[in-house]
């Protein structure tokens, strides 16, 4: 089977790589970053392309002889990339960060007879694939709750963060306004408020605050109350708070010395090599899923919990560790029939197919990925 992955950064080269590992997958990374294909092939068995998405006609011309997709590119791109993939009529997994609601892309994708997951890595992602296992476990659902982040081992001053994917993609996060929903209905907070103190095992006090990571779950799944939060080291909201409201991550472009400059632009170049991870830093991914509701008769929780550090061996990044292999997992439960469903498909829908959760934990296990379950009466 051909698979081609559309981006070569932290995530799209583990994608890759894992993939490649397959027995019968011919795997090819698409990217315009020459360094970063060579990155790849230096770990894999893979075939590299240089290349610009960006170019009309491009993406349908590297994805011709596919008989699967990955989409790993950045967010701002993320909804092109993966319409063009599906009038292309390829199957595709999906972990851009977009905006945009990819239901729109449903009608197409069952036009083109095209399974899209998407959304497909750790929060989006994961989290989706446990509720979507769970709900179908309970006789009803009345909760739902995650908190999820990525941070750097060690905290260093000023921003006391390391971005292990795009900056600017980060950047949106704190600026899109947050849904959540509350007695069945949908509410709108704003980004990094109510901020609140959470404690973990072997990390110790960090701040979950507003972003907006329900995504296809506000629609998707009828539970009355629902919310995801991110989570940082304790001060970080306030920081970027004091960025937001003083402009620094506005879209619209503004005048400086006669240039036309988006901020948000500026900032993200700006804060680039500062939140990239240095030689030598390493980073931890730590998630918690709690889903509360009622089965035969009695009420009961299921709390999950995810820490993953950085990966020395490999020299990979836990977040590209828990999104990729999430991503590759699922990739190829598509590749092998396991999940087959046509058109727009959220991960919520993987975990509610027979077999398709289990196959999940047990295949981020085996790479060192471990999901704790507990569950309570």
């Known amino acids: ?46 075939r590299t392309v240089q290349a610009n998405l960006r170019e009309e006609g491009r993406i349908g011309e590297l994805v011709a002889n596919a008989d699967l997709v990955v989409c790993a590119v950045p967010g701002f791109m993320g909804f092109e990339t993966l319409k063009q993939i599906i009038e292309a009529g390829k199957d595709v997994v999906d972990i851009s960060f977009f905006g945009e609601d990819p239901f729109t892309l449903d009608e197409l994708a069952k036009e083109k007879n095209v399974t899209a997951v998407v959304d497909c890595g750790v929060a989006p992602g994961l989290s989706n694939v446990i509720a979507g296992y769970i709900a179908d476990r309970l006789d009803r659902v009345e909760r739902y709750e995650c908190y999820v982040g990525g941070l ?30 509350e007695y069945g209905r949908e509410v709108v907070r704003p980004a990094l408020s109510d901020v609140e103190p959470r404690t973990y095992p072997g990390i110790g006090t960090l701040e979950a605050f507003n972003t907006d990571g329900l995504r296809t779950l506000a629609v998707t799944m009828d ?36 240039q036309r400059i988006r901020p948000i632009d500026l900032t993200s ?77 959220p991960p919520e829908y993987v975990g509610s ?13 085996e790479r060192g990925v471990v999901v704790r379950e507990t569950i309570e009466d």
């Not at 559309?6 to 970053?33: C, H, K, M, W, Y």
């Open 1 to 46: 089977m051909n698979i081609t992955v559309l981006g070569a950064g932290l995530v799209g080269a583990t994608i890759a790589v894992d993939l490649a590992g397959e027995p019968g997958f011919q795997v090819a990374s698409v990217d315009r970053d020459q360094q970063a294909l060579d990155r790849v092939a230096s770990r894999g068995d893979v």
């Open 152 to 181: 750097p081992q060690v905290r260093e001053w000023p921003y006391e963060y390391k971005a292990v994917f795009s900056p600017l993609d980060v950047l949106e996060e704190y600026t899109r306004p947050a849904r959540f929903v």
């Open 223 to 258: 539970i009355p109350f629902m919310k995801e939060k991110t989570l940082r080291y304790p001060g970080h909201a306030d920081l970027m708070r004091v960025f937001r409201e003083s402009g620094f991550f506005e879209m619209t472009p503004t005048d400086v010395r006669g």
């Open 269 to 345: 170049a700006l804060l680039f090599d500062q939140w990239r991870l240095q030689e030598g830093e390493t980073d931890l991914t730590v998630m918690e899923v709690v889903l509360e509701g009622e089965k035969d008769g009695r009420t009961r929780r299921y709390s999950y919990y995810l820490l993953d550090e950085f990966d020395e061996e490999s020299q990979t990044t836990s977040m590209a560790r828990c999104t990729g292999y999430t991503c590759s997992i699922v990739t190829r439960q598509v590749a092998k029939g396991l999940f087959t469903r046509k058109g727009i498909c």
């Open 353 to 365: 197919t027979p077999g398709c959760y289990e196959d999940l934990l047990t295949g981020l296990a």
